[in-house]
């Protein structure tokens, strides 16, 4: 994989009037708008997979459903760098919100096509803001990246916890599924309102560039594997913990809040650990605290689901936050815009297709089972690989210094 990147040797081009005049907080709070759109068409999904089931959707379906956002992430997100190269940056980011909608609307028309296709253009267009949104934070908040990458970061975790927690009630008041999972769209238009304004067209900027192959760095390659290891272990979680707690005797509703509560209290290290991340000399250690979180959320839920369900669902919260460490690296360990971009796509496209088929599996091994018990020890199995290459990712030198 390549990436076009400024020299090396050459700091990255002080930002113009103009940009710095629109890292503003009118900016911050149109990002932090499109941040809250990208995790509710999946956790809005995970919160009625069950009841989904009862009305005739078959486990290979909702498997399938599962495993659709992970392989969207990787394709499309192999794609932002070409869209952003057409388009820019700013328009690139309405048109994410753009697929974001009409995907939200597209699966609540009748039949399991429609939910399938729906749920992978509305995961499209989140692949794409996924990628875009790093680069912008990186050209409009350079001095600001672990404040930004925290903020959005928490964001992002708001809007999956009032997924999880509402879709069902709000299903359930509205008498149709279709409401509790289409009503999302509306949040989708507002972040395209709110971030219209910013989507101009901007000169590009005229310097020698040189190409950079991120695929020969193994920070790089680390960065991008704890990428994926994190996504695998958030992506099951969104996807399964509701039936996790469904299995151990909780309601549909209890399970999606207990959802929800592991994403809300997940929020403050979701802010803080990449602030915390900027400025430590080496980010290994904290991805081994958070991980450690994690592994004890899961180890949790597979000895006594019932009785710590609170205590595991908030270790899962608190371990997720491993994401915003990741994404403040995208920043961290590059010299420029364009490479954090280049960064972004690598680590996300190729992150999410590891990522890929961990909920698909999750799903094969239960229905084949009947148990979590597998799915718990392949969970384990990532946390220890997410603490390897954390301390490889998270060594303070950046890839320019070693290309």
């Not at 509306?186 to 590009?204: E, F, K, T």
């Not at 509560?261 to 250690?285: C, D, E, K, N």
Request: glycine share 10%; aromatic share 8%; charged share 10%.
């Amino acid at each position: 994989m390549s990436a076009v990147v400024h020299d090396a040797a050459a700091p990255s081009p002080p930002a113009s009037e103009g940009a710095r005049g629109r890292a503003s907080l009118g900016l911050a709070v149109a990002v932090l708008l499109v941040a809250f759109n990208l995790r509710l068409a999946i956790t809005s999904l995970g919160a009625l997979l069950d009841h989904l089931g009862d009305l005739g959707v078959s486990a290979t379906t909702q498997g399938v459903l599962t495993s659709v956002p992970v392989l969207c992430f990787a394709a499309v997100g192999a794609t932002a760098m070409v869209v952003t190269r057409r388009i820019g940056v700013d328009r690139g980011l309405i048109a994410a919100l753009a697929l974001v909608a009409v995907g939200l609307v597209l699966r609540v028309l009748d039949g399991t096509p429609a939910l399938i296709a729906g749920t992978a253009v509305a995961c499209s267009g989140i692949a794409l803001g996924n990628v875009l949104i790093p680069a912008i934070v990186k050209e409009h908040f350079p001095h600001r990246i672990g404040t930004m990458t925290g903020a959005y970061s928490a964001v992002l975790s708001l809007g999956s916890a009032v997924g999880a927690a509402t879709t069902v009630p709000i299903a359930d008041a509205a008498g149709s599924w279709r409401v509790g999972l289409g009503v999302w769209a509306l949040a989708a238009v507002a972040a395209g309102i709110a971030w219209a304004p910013y989507c101009r067209r901007r000169d590009p900027q005229r310097v020698q560039v040189r190409h950079a192959p991120l695929w020969r760095s193994p920070i790089a390659w680390a960065v991008t594997l704890l990428f994926a290891t994190q996504s695998l272990n958030a992506y099951v979680m969104m996807s399964w913990l509701p039936s996790v707690y469904a299995d151990a005797g909780f309601s549909d509703a209890k399970a999606g809040l207990l959802l929800a509560t592991s994403i809300l209290i997940g929020l403050p290290f979701f802010f803080v650990a990449p602030m915390i991340a900027v400025r430590m000399g080496h980010q290994g250690h904290l991805v081994l605290a958070l991980t450690v979180f994690t592994a004890l959320g899961w180890t949790g839920l597979w000895i006594a689901p019932v009785d710590g369900a609170w205590l595991w669902a908030a270790l899962l919260g608190a371990g997720g936050a491993v994401f915003p460490v990741a994404l403040a690296m995208f920043a961290l360990r590059t010299t420029s815009t364009a490479q954090t971009a280049s960064m972004s796509t690598m680590a996300q496209s190729v992150g999410y297709l590891l990522a890929a088929g961990g909920p698909f599996l999750v799903g094969v091994l239960h229905d084949a089972t009947d148990s979590w018990t597998l799915a718990y020890t392949l969970l384990l199995g990532t946390a220890a690989v997410q603490v390897a290459v954390g301390y490889v990712a998270g060594r303070p030198v950046r890839i320019a210094d070693r290309l």
